[in-house]
Protein backbone atom coordinates (compact mmCIF):
# COMPACT_ATOMS: atom_id res chain seq x y z
CA UNK A 1 0.00 0.00 0.00
CA UNK A 2 1.26 3.32 -1.08
CA UNK A 3 2.56 5.43 2.03
CA UNK A 4 1.53 8.96 1.43
CA UNK A 5 4.74 11.02 0.65
CA UNK A 6 5.32 14.97 0.65
CA UNK A 7 4.82 16.60 -2.55
CA UNK A 8 7.05 19.29 -2.16
CA UNK A 9 9.26 19.43 -5.42
CA UNK A 10 13.28 18.66 -4.96
CA UNK A 11 15.95 19.67 -7.54
CA UNK A 12 18.29 17.37 -9.03
CA UNK A 13 21.45 19.29 -7.19
CA UNK A 14 19.34 18.17 -4.19
CA UNK A 15 19.43 14.98 -4.95
CA UNK A 16 23.57 14.40 -4.99
CA UNK A 17 23.35 16.25 -1.59
CA UNK A 18 22.14 14.28 1.57
CA UNK A 19 18.22 14.21 1.11
CA UNK A 20 17.52 10.07 0.67
CA UNK A 21 14.45 10.17 -1.82
CA UNK A 22 11.75 7.63 -0.57
CA UNK A 23 10.90 4.67 -2.27
CA UNK A 24 8.20 3.53 -3.71
CA UNK A 25 7.64 -0.37 -2.99
CA UNK A 26 7.13 -2.52 -6.05
CA UNK A 27 3.55 -3.58 -4.70
CA UNK A 28 2.66 -0.31 -4.52
CA UNK A 29 3.79 0.58 -8.48
CA UNK A 30 2.05 -2.38 -9.05
CA UNK A 31 -1.27 -1.15 -7.16
CA UNK A 32 -1.27 1.83 -9.14
CA UNK A 33 -0.22 0.32 -12.59
CA UNK A 34 -3.52 -1.73 -12.40
CA UNK A 35 -4.92 -2.53 -16.22
CA UNK A 36 -1.86 -0.58 -17.74
CA UNK A 37 -1.59 -2.57 -20.86
CA UNK A 38 -5.30 -2.58 -21.58
CA UNK A 39 -5.86 -0.71 -24.34
CA UNK A 40 -2.72 0.01 -26.24
CA UNK A 41 -1.34 -2.38 -28.27
CA UNK A 42 1.94 -0.74 -28.03
CA UNK A 43 5.20 -3.02 -27.34
CA UNK A 44 4.88 -3.63 -23.64
CA UNK A 45 7.96 -1.35 -22.65
CA UNK A 46 6.13 1.73 -23.93
CA UNK A 47 2.88 1.01 -22.44
CA UNK A 48 4.61 0.91 -19.14
CA UNK A 49 6.32 4.29 -19.87
CA UNK A 50 3.30 5.68 -20.64
CA UNK A 51 1.36 4.77 -17.14
CA UNK A 52 4.09 5.89 -15.52
CA UNK A 53 4.09 9.01 -16.92
CA UNK A 54 0.79 9.41 -16.42
CA UNK A 55 1.44 8.84 -13.03
CA UNK A 56 3.58 11.31 -12.38
CA UNK A 57 1.99 14.10 -14.49
CA UNK A 58 -0.96 13.22 -12.44
CA UNK A 59 0.29 13.68 -9.05
CA UNK A 60 -0.08 9.83 -7.78
CA UNK A 61 3.76 9.41 -8.12
CA UNK A 62 5.26 12.85 -6.63
CA UNK A 63 8.72 14.31 -7.51
CA UNK A 64 11.37 12.74 -5.65
CA UNK A 65 9.98 9.41 -5.58
CA UNK A 66 12.60 7.08 -5.75
CA UNK A 67 11.20 4.14 -8.45
CA UNK A 68 11.04 0.12 -7.66
CA UNK A 69 14.38 -1.49 -8.41
CA UNK A 70 14.04 -3.26 -12.53
CA UNK A 71 13.87 -6.82 -11.39
CA UNK A 72 11.32 -6.31 -8.12
CA UNK A 73 8.68 -4.17 -10.42
CA UNK A 74 9.19 -6.61 -13.18
CA UNK A 75 8.47 -9.44 -10.84
CA UNK A 76 5.39 -7.70 -9.68
CA UNK A 77 4.47 -6.97 -13.32
CA UNK A 78 4.76 -9.97 -14.50
CA UNK A 79 6.68 -9.23 -17.17
CA UNK A 80 10.71 -9.23 -17.89
CA UNK A 81 13.18 -7.04 -16.72
CA UNK A 82 14.14 -5.80 -20.18
CA UNK A 83 10.56 -4.26 -20.28
CA UNK A 84 11.37 -2.12 -17.15
CA UNK A 85 14.58 -1.59 -18.22
CA UNK A 86 13.63 -0.10 -21.40
CA UNK A 87 10.59 1.78 -20.12
CA UNK A 88 12.83 3.57 -17.10
CA UNK A 89 15.12 4.36 -20.60
CA UNK A 90 12.25 6.01 -22.29
CA UNK A 91 11.53 7.67 -18.67
CA UNK A 92 14.73 9.05 -18.85
CA UNK A 93 14.98 9.87 -22.60
CA UNK A 94 11.52 11.99 -22.10
CA UNK A 95 12.98 13.65 -18.99
CA UNK A 96 10.41 12.11 -16.38
CA UNK A 97 13.00 10.12 -14.43
CA UNK A 98 16.71 11.43 -13.93
CA UNK A 99 19.14 8.51 -12.26
CA UNK A 100 20.98 9.37 -9.20
CA UNK A 101 23.96 7.61 -7.71
CA UNK A 102 23.12 5.59 -4.45
CA UNK A 103 19.55 6.40 -5.35
CA UNK A 104 18.51 4.77 -8.42
CA UNK A 105 15.90 6.30 -10.17
CA UNK A 106 14.16 9.25 -9.14
CA UNK A 107 11.25 10.63 -10.81
CA UNK A 108 10.96 14.07 -11.81
CA UNK A 109 9.28 16.42 -14.28
CA UNK A 110 11.14 17.72 -17.06
CA UNK A 111 11.59 21.63 -17.22
CA UNK A 112 8.66 22.05 -19.69
CA UNK A 113 6.22 20.56 -17.43
CA UNK A 114 7.67 22.87 -14.44
CA UNK A 115 7.30 26.13 -16.31
CA UNK A 116 3.65 25.46 -16.82
CA UNK A 117 1.91 26.01 -13.90
CA UNK A 118 -0.29 23.01 -12.46
CA UNK A 119 -3.86 24.00 -10.97
CA UNK A 120 -3.53 21.22 -8.45
CA UNK A 121 0.11 22.40 -7.23
CA UNK A 122 -0.54 25.93 -7.46
CA UNK A 123 -3.90 26.37 -5.91
CA UNK A 124 -6.14 26.79 -8.99
CA UNK A 125 -3.64 30.16 -9.90
CA UNK A 126 -3.42 28.94 -13.87
CA UNK A 127 -2.90 30.91 -17.38
CA UNK A 128 -6.37 32.65 -18.61
CA UNK A 129 -7.19 30.22 -21.00
CA UNK A 130 -7.13 27.15 -19.04
CA UNK A 131 -10.17 25.56 -17.71
CA UNK A 132 -9.31 24.61 -14.44
CA UNK A 133 -11.82 21.71 -13.38
CA UNK A 134 -9.94 19.65 -10.72
CA UNK A 135 -11.56 21.10 -8.38
CA UNK A 136 -15.55 20.96 -7.99
CA UNK A 137 -16.22 24.27 -7.26
CA UNK A 138 -18.64 27.20 -7.78
CA UNK A 139 -18.34 30.85 -7.93
CA UNK A 140 -19.01 33.41 -5.06
CA UNK A 141 -22.69 32.97 -4.15
CA UNK A 142 -24.89 35.82 -4.68
CA UNK A 143 -24.91 38.61 -1.55
CA UNK A 144 -21.23 37.61 -0.08
CA UNK A 145 -19.73 40.90 -1.06
CA UNK A 146 -23.26 42.47 1.16
CA UNK A 147 -22.50 39.69 3.92
CA UNK A 148 -18.49 40.70 3.89
CA UNK A 149 -19.99 44.50 4.03
CA UNK A 150 -22.40 43.44 7.58
CA UNK A 151 -19.29 41.72 8.84
CA UNK A 152 -17.36 44.41 9.04
CA UNK A 153 -19.61 46.41 11.65
CA UNK A 154 -18.47 43.43 14.24
CA UNK A 155 -14.60 43.74 13.22
CA UNK A 156 -14.37 46.86 16.34
CA UNK A 157 -15.83 44.22 18.60
CA UNK A 158 -13.41 41.59 17.38
CA UNK A 159 -10.31 43.85 17.64
CA UNK A 160 -10.65 43.77 21.12
CA UNK A 161 -9.66 40.22 21.60
CA UNK A 162 -6.64 38.61 20.73
CA UNK A 163 -7.46 36.88 17.35
CA UNK A 164 -6.52 33.21 18.59
CA UNK A 165 -9.62 31.29 18.45
CA UNK A 166 -9.43 27.68 18.20
CA UNK A 167 -13.04 26.86 19.25
CA UNK A 168 -15.07 29.45 16.85
CA UNK A 169 -16.74 32.41 17.05
CA UNK A 170 -19.86 31.88 19.63
CA UNK A 171 -22.48 33.75 16.80
CA UNK A 172 -21.11 31.12 14.11
CA UNK A 173 -21.24 28.46 16.28
CA UNK A 174 -24.88 29.09 17.48
CA UNK A 175 -25.88 29.16 13.49
CA UNK A 176 -24.66 26.11 12.78
CA UNK A 177 -25.90 24.48 15.70
CA UNK A 178 -29.22 26.24 14.10
CA UNK A 179 -28.67 24.87 11.07
CA UNK A 180 -28.26 21.33 12.09
CA UNK A 181 -31.93 21.70 14.19
CA UNK A 182 -33.51 22.83 11.39
CA UNK A 183 -32.54 20.04 9.23
CA UNK A 184 -33.89 17.42 11.80
CA UNK A 185 -30.96 17.24 14.13
CA UNK A 186 -31.29 18.94 17.55
CA UNK A 187 -27.71 20.66 18.15
CA UNK A 188 -26.22 22.62 20.87
CA UNK A 189 -23.27 25.17 20.17
CA UNK A 190 -21.70 23.24 22.32
CA UNK A 191 -21.24 20.96 20.12
CA UNK A 192 -19.50 22.62 17.21
CA UNK A 193 -16.12 23.31 16.91
CA UNK A 194 -15.00 25.96 13.93
CA UNK A 195 -12.04 24.64 11.73
CA UNK A 196 -10.19 25.99 8.74
CA UNK A 197 -12.26 24.28 6.10
CA UNK A 198 -13.39 20.25 6.14
CA UNK A 199 -10.21 19.32 4.99
CA UNK A 200 -8.28 20.86 7.98
CA UNK A 201 -11.19 19.47 9.77
CA UNK A 202 -10.73 15.86 8.54
CA UNK A 203 -6.59 15.94 9.17
CA UNK A 204 -7.75 17.16 12.98
CA UNK A 205 -10.05 13.95 13.52
CA UNK A 206 -7.60 11.67 11.68
CA UNK A 207 -4.75 12.88 14.29
CA UNK A 208 -6.77 12.42 17.19
CA UNK A 209 -9.03 9.28 16.22
CA UNK A 210 -6.50 7.18 14.35
CA UNK A 211 -2.91 5.27 15.75
CA UNK A 212 -0.36 3.93 13.81
CA UNK A 213 -1.90 0.56 12.27
CA UNK A 214 -5.75 1.44 12.75
CA UNK A 215 -8.05 0.25 10.35
CA UNK A 216 -9.50 3.25 8.55
CA UNK A 217 -12.54 2.16 6.69
CA UNK A 218 -12.97 4.29 3.57
CA UNK A 219 -15.47 4.53 0.51
CA UNK A 220 -13.90 3.64 -2.58
CA UNK A 221 -13.97 5.75 -4.61
CA UNK A 222 -13.81 8.57 -2.53
CA UNK A 223 -12.69 12.29 -1.61
CA UNK A 224 -8.74 11.76 -2.00
CA UNK A 225 -7.73 14.41 0.51
CA UNK A 226 -9.64 12.40 2.77
CA UNK A 227 -7.52 9.50 2.44
CA UNK A 228 -4.43 11.18 2.62
CA UNK A 229 -5.01 12.52 5.64
CA UNK A 230 -6.15 9.28 7.27
CA UNK A 231 -2.52 7.59 5.48
CA UNK A 232 -0.52 10.57 7.14
CA UNK A 233 -1.70 9.77 10.48
CA UNK A 234 -1.03 5.59 10.50
CA UNK A 235 -3.43 4.48 9.28
CA UNK A 236 -4.46 0.95 7.64
CA UNK A 237 -6.97 1.36 4.81
CA UNK A 238 -10.17 -0.50 4.05
CA UNK A 239 -12.28 0.08 1.10
CA UNK A 240 -15.54 -0.68 0.40
CA UNK A 241 -16.90 0.38 -3.22
CA UNK A 242 -19.63 3.16 -4.03
CA UNK A 243 -21.61 3.43 -7.52
CA UNK A 244 -23.48 5.86 -8.84
CA UNK A 245 -26.16 3.98 -9.82
CA UNK A 246 -26.73 1.57 -7.18
CA UNK A 247 -24.77 3.60 -4.02
CA UNK A 248 -23.44 1.36 -1.33
CA UNK A 249 -22.41 -2.53 -1.45
CA UNK A 250 -24.35 -2.97 2.32
CA UNK A 251 -23.27 -6.20 2.69
CA UNK A 252 -19.36 -5.49 1.98
CA UNK A 253 -19.36 -2.85 4.50
CA UNK A 254 -21.59 -4.20 7.15
CA UNK A 255 -18.92 -7.21 6.37
CA UNK A 256 -15.83 -5.11 6.35
CA UNK A 257 -16.43 -3.33 9.53
CA UNK A 258 -17.04 -6.30 11.50
CA UNK A 259 -13.91 -7.91 9.89
CA UNK A 260 -12.00 -5.30 10.48
CA UNK A 261 -13.30 -3.28 13.82
CA UNK A 262 -12.03 -0.02 12.41
CA UNK A 263 -11.27 3.01 15.10
CA UNK A 264 -12.97 5.30 12.38
CA UNK A 265 -15.20 4.52 9.41
CA UNK A 266 -14.94 7.94 7.02
CA UNK A 267 -18.04 8.06 5.10
CA UNK A 268 -20.03 10.40 2.83
CA UNK A 269 -23.84 9.24 2.90
CA UNK A 270 -25.73 12.53 1.25
CA UNK A 271 -24.16 13.24 -2.36
CA UNK A 272 -21.04 11.54 -1.93
CA UNK A 273 -18.03 12.37 -3.89
CA UNK A 274 -16.96 11.85 -6.91
CA UNK A 275 -20.25 9.57 -6.89
CA UNK A 276 -23.40 11.54 -6.40
CA UNK A 277 -24.98 9.16 -4.51
CA UNK A 278 -27.14 8.91 -1.46
CA UNK A 279 -27.51 6.08 1.40
CA UNK A 280 -30.54 5.72 2.04
CA UNK A 281 -32.27 6.11 5.89
CA UNK A 282 -32.42 2.27 6.71
CA UNK A 283 -28.64 1.89 5.26
CA UNK A 284 -27.52 4.42 7.44
CA UNK A 285 -29.25 2.65 10.73
CA UNK A 286 -27.62 -0.10 9.60
CA UNK A 287 -23.94 1.28 9.04
CA UNK A 288 -24.26 2.97 13.00
CA UNK A 289 -25.95 -0.40 14.56
CA UNK A 290 -22.73 -2.20 13.35
CA UNK A 291 -20.63 0.71 13.79
CA UNK A 292 -21.94 0.33 17.72
CA UNK A 293 -20.67 -2.87 17.86
CA UNK A 294 -17.56 -2.56 16.34
CA UNK A 295 -16.43 0.14 18.46
CA UNK A 296 -15.82 2.46 14.98
CA UNK A 297 -16.34 6.58 15.14
CA UNK A 298 -18.37 7.19 12.06
CA UNK A 299 -17.44 10.72 10.66
CA UNK A 300 -20.25 11.95 8.05
CA UNK A 301 -18.36 14.08 5.45
CA UNK A 302 -21.71 16.90 4.44
CA UNK A 303 -19.18 18.76 2.44
CA UNK A 304 -21.50 18.20 -0.72
CA UNK A 305 -24.80 17.18 1.37
CA UNK A 306 -26.49 20.65 1.16
CA UNK A 307 -26.18 20.90 -2.88
CA UNK A 308 -28.75 18.82 -3.82
CA UNK A 309 -30.93 19.34 -7.11
CA UNK A 310 -33.90 16.87 -7.08
CA UNK A 311 -35.88 15.26 -4.48
CA UNK A 312 -35.47 15.49 -0.49
CA UNK A 313 -32.28 14.87 1.40
CA UNK A 314 -32.26 12.34 4.30
CA UNK A 315 -31.84 13.59 7.58
CA UNK A 316 -28.09 13.95 9.15
CA UNK A 317 -26.49 10.94 9.85
CA UNK A 318 -25.95 11.14 13.18
CA UNK A 319 -29.77 11.36 13.50
CA UNK A 320 -30.11 7.98 12.94
CA UNK A 321 -28.23 6.41 15.81
CA UNK A 322 -31.04 6.07 18.43
CA UNK A 323 -30.14 4.23 20.84
CA UNK A 324 -27.49 2.41 18.73
CA UNK A 325 -25.21 4.32 20.89
CA UNK A 326 -22.62 5.12 17.82
CA UNK A 327 -20.38 7.52 18.06
CA UNK A 328 -20.80 10.11 15.10
CA UNK A 329 -18.79 13.10 14.02
CA UNK A 330 -20.42 15.09 11.11
CA UNK A 331 -18.17 17.82 9.32
CA UNK A 332 -19.59 20.32 7.15
CA UNK A 333 -18.15 23.28 5.03
CA UNK A 334 -19.24 26.81 4.16
CA UNK A 335 -16.97 26.47 0.59
CA UNK A 336 -18.64 24.36 -1.26
CA UNK A 337 -22.72 26.31 -0.72
CA UNK A 338 -21.13 30.03 -0.07
CA UNK A 339 -17.46 30.32 -1.90
CA UNK A 340 -14.02 28.14 -1.73
CA UNK A 341 -12.32 31.44 -0.69
CA UNK A 342 -14.17 31.62 2.49
CA UNK A 343 -12.13 29.26 4.91
CA UNK A 344 -14.39 27.55 7.20
CA UNK A 345 -15.86 24.75 8.16
CA UNK A 346 -17.06 23.01 11.15
CA UNK A 347 -17.36 19.61 13.33
CA UNK A 348 -20.31 18.26 15.33
CA UNK A 349 -19.22 16.16 17.86
CA UNK A 350 -19.67 15.02 21.77
CA UNK A 351 -18.51 17.66 23.81
CA UNK A 352 -15.85 14.97 24.95
CA UNK A 353 -14.05 14.26 21.88
CA UNK A 354 -14.21 18.21 20.80
CA UNK A 355 -11.97 18.93 24.55
CA UNK A 356 -9.60 15.82 22.69
CA UNK A 357 -9.18 18.10 19.35
CA UNK A 358 -8.91 21.50 21.27
CA UNK A 359 -5.81 19.47 23.11
CA UNK A 360 -4.49 18.23 20.00
CA UNK A 361 -5.29 21.60 17.65
CA UNK A 362 -2.24 23.86 18.99
CA UNK A 363 0.41 21.84 17.17
CA UNK A 364 -0.65 21.93 13.90
CA UNK A 365 -2.64 25.76 14.12
CA UNK A 366 -3.67 27.96 16.93
CA UNK A 367 -7.45 29.00 15.35
CA UNK A 368 -9.48 29.96 12.71
CA UNK A 369 -9.15 33.04 11.10
CA UNK A 370 -11.49 35.96 12.62
CA UNK A 371 -12.64 37.33 9.70
CA UNK A 372 -13.54 34.77 7.84
CA UNK A 373 -15.82 34.01 10.85
CA UNK A 374 -17.50 37.14 10.98
CA UNK A 375 -18.74 36.61 7.18
CA UNK A 376 -19.98 33.30 7.67
CA UNK A 377 -21.75 34.21 10.84
CA UNK A 378 -23.90 36.31 8.44
CA UNK A 379 -24.01 33.93 5.72
CA UNK A 380 -24.68 30.13 7.50
CA UNK A 381 -28.40 32.21 8.70
CA UNK A 382 -29.37 32.57 5.50
CA UNK A 383 -28.36 28.85 3.70
CA UNK A 384 -31.51 27.97 2.67
CA UNK A 385 -32.23 31.15 0.52
CA UNK A 386 -28.69 30.76 -1.12
CA UNK A 387 -29.60 27.05 -1.26
CA UNK A 388 -32.47 28.01 -3.74
CA UNK A 389 -30.41 29.91 -5.90
CA UNK A 390 -27.13 27.27 -6.42
CA UNK A 391 -30.19 24.65 -6.92
CA UNK A 392 -31.56 26.76 -10.43
CA UNK A 393 -28.00 27.11 -11.52
CA UNK A 394 -26.68 23.45 -10.97
CA UNK A 395 -29.86 21.94 -12.40
CA UNK A 396 -29.07 23.91 -15.42
CA UNK A 397 -25.75 22.73 -15.23
CA UNK A 398 -26.44 18.99 -14.79
CA UNK A 399 -28.83 18.90 -17.31
CA UNK A 400 -26.51 20.67 -19.98
CA UNK A 401 -23.53 18.98 -19.54
CA UNK A 402 -25.36 15.43 -19.11
CA UNK A 403 -27.29 16.07 -21.58
CA UNK A 404 -24.57 16.98 -24.33
CA UNK A 405 -22.50 14.07 -23.44
CA UNK A 406 -25.11 11.64 -23.68
CA UNK A 407 -25.54 13.08 -27.34
CA UNK A 408 -22.57 13.42 -28.30
CA UNK A 409 -20.72 10.27 -26.30
CA UNK A 410 -22.97 7.52 -26.19
CA UNK A 411 -20.99 5.48 -25.47
CA UNK A 412 -20.28 6.60 -22.22
CA UNK A 413 -22.10 6.09 -18.97
CA UNK A 414 -23.24 9.33 -17.27
CA UNK A 415 -25.41 9.39 -14.57
CA UNK A 416 -27.67 12.16 -13.95
CA UNK A 417 -27.18 12.92 -9.96
CA UNK A 418 -29.38 14.18 -7.88
CA UNK A 419 -27.13 17.29 -6.29
CA UNK A 420 -23.63 17.71 -5.67
CA UNK A 421 -21.44 19.32 -7.86
CA UNK A 422 -20.31 16.75 -11.16
CA UNK A 423 -20.96 13.43 -12.59
CA UNK A 424 -18.69 9.81 -12.51
CA UNK A 425 -18.74 8.99 -16.12
CA UNK A 426 -17.91 5.59 -16.35
CA UNK A 427 -15.80 5.56 -20.05
CA UNK A 428 -15.89 1.81 -20.59
CA UNK A 429 -12.22 1.07 -20.97
CA UNK A 430 -9.76 2.15 -18.60
CA UNK A 431 -8.38 5.57 -20.38
CA UNK A 432 -8.98 8.24 -17.97
CA UNK A 433 -5.65 9.26 -17.47
CA UNK A 434 -4.84 9.24 -20.64
CA UNK A 435 -8.01 11.42 -21.90
CA UNK A 436 -7.48 13.55 -19.01
CA UNK A 437 -4.14 14.59 -20.85
CA UNK A 438 -5.67 14.89 -24.16
CA UNK A 439 -8.13 17.22 -22.50
CA UNK A 440 -5.17 19.20 -20.85
CA UNK A 441 -3.43 19.84 -24.15
CA UNK A 442 -6.37 21.89 -25.35
CA UNK A 443 -6.34 23.70 -21.86
CA UNK A 444 -9.48 21.71 -20.09
CA UNK A 445 -7.90 20.24 -16.69
CA UNK A 446 -9.71 17.11 -15.05
CA UNK A 447 -9.09 15.06 -12.27
CA UNK A 448 -8.67 11.21 -13.35
CA UNK A 449 -10.52 8.87 -11.87
CA UNK A 450 -7.65 7.17 -10.78
CA UNK A 451 -7.31 10.57 -7.95
CA UNK A 452 -10.46 8.77 -5.90
CA UNK A 453 -9.25 5.34 -4.94
CA UNK A 454 -7.43 5.07 -2.59
CA UNK A 455 -5.09 2.54 -4.21
CA UNK A 456 -5.37 3.68 -7.70
CA UNK A 457 -7.86 2.18 -10.01
CA UNK A 458 -10.68 3.95 -11.65
CA UNK A 459 -8.99 4.25 -14.78
CA UNK A 460 -12.43 3.64 -16.24
CA UNK A 461 -14.05 6.50 -14.68
CA UNK A 462 -13.89 10.49 -15.24
CA UNK A 463 -15.50 13.16 -13.03
CA UNK A 464 -16.90 15.51 -14.85
CA UNK A 465 -18.04 18.75 -12.87
CA UNK A 466 -21.04 20.73 -13.74
CA UNK A 467 -20.30 23.85 -12.27
CA UNK A 468 -18.97 25.97 -14.80
CA UNK A 469 -21.15 28.84 -16.81
CA UNK A 470 -22.95 27.86 -20.03
CA UNK A 471 -20.06 28.69 -22.45
CA UNK A 472 -17.69 26.82 -20.37
CA UNK A 473 -20.04 23.90 -20.61
CA UNK A 474 -20.09 24.03 -24.29
CA UNK A 475 -16.33 24.24 -24.10
CA UNK A 476 -15.76 21.44 -22.03
CA UNK A 477 -18.02 18.72 -23.75
CA UNK A 478 -15.83 20.25 -27.18
CA UNK A 479 -12.83 19.18 -25.87
CA UNK A 480 -14.13 15.44 -24.41
CA UNK A 481 -15.35 14.91 -27.46
CA UNK A 482 -12.03 15.53 -29.75
CA UNK A 483 -9.90 14.37 -26.25
CA UNK A 484 -11.84 10.74 -27.26
CA UNK A 485 -11.29 10.64 -30.82
CA UNK A 486 -7.72 11.48 -30.48
CA UNK A 487 -7.09 9.05 -27.89
CA UNK A 488 -8.68 6.00 -29.87
CA UNK A 489 -12.50 6.76 -29.19
CA UNK A 490 -14.52 3.42 -28.76
CA UNK A 491 -12.23 1.12 -30.36
CA UNK A 492 -11.04 -1.64 -28.82
CA UNK A 493 -7.42 -1.83 -28.57
CA UNK A 494 -6.30 1.28 -29.46
CA UNK A 495 -4.79 4.23 -27.62
CA UNK A 496 -2.72 7.33 -29.17
CA UNK A 497 0.56 8.10 -28.21
CA UNK A 498 0.78 9.63 -25.10
CA UNK A 499 3.61 11.56 -26.15
CA UNK A 500 1.41 13.36 -28.04
CA UNK A 501 -0.64 15.32 -25.18
CA UNK A 502 1.76 15.69 -22.59
Same mark, same amino acid.
Given at each position: ???????????????????????????????????????????????????????????????????????????????????????????????????????????????????????????????????????????????????????????????????????????????????????????????????????????????????????????????????????????? *? =??????? %? $?????? #??? &?? /? !???????????????????????????????????????????????????????????????????????????????????????????????????????????????????? *? =??????? %? $?????? #??? &?? /? !????????????????????????????????????????????????????????????????????????????????????????????????????????????
Amino acid at each position: MLVRIGLHVESQSRYRGSMIPVLLSARSAALLLTDWRAGTDAPAYEALSDALRVLVIDGRIPQGVRLPAERGLATALGVSRTTVANAYSRLRSDGFVVSVRGSGSVVRLPAGLIGRPDPERLGGVVEDDVLDLRKAALHAAPGLAEAVERATRHVPAALAGIGYDTVGDPGLRAAIADRYTERGLPTDPSQIVVTIGAQHAIALLARVLVRRGDAVLVESPTYPHAHEAFREAGGR *L =VGVPVDA %R $TGWDQA #ALE &TT /L !RRTAPAVAYVMPELHNPTGATMSGAARERLLAVAATTGTTVIADETMGELRIDGSPELPLAAWGGGSGASVVMIGSADKVFWGGLRIGWIRASPDLLQRLLLARPTGDLGTPVLDQ *L =VARELVP %R $TAAVLE #ARR &TY /L !RQGRDDVVGALRARLPEWDVPSPAGGLTTWVGLGRPVSSALVLAARAEGVVLASGGVFGPDGGFERFLRVPFTMPPADRVRLVDVLERSWARIGGDAAGVRGSLAAVV
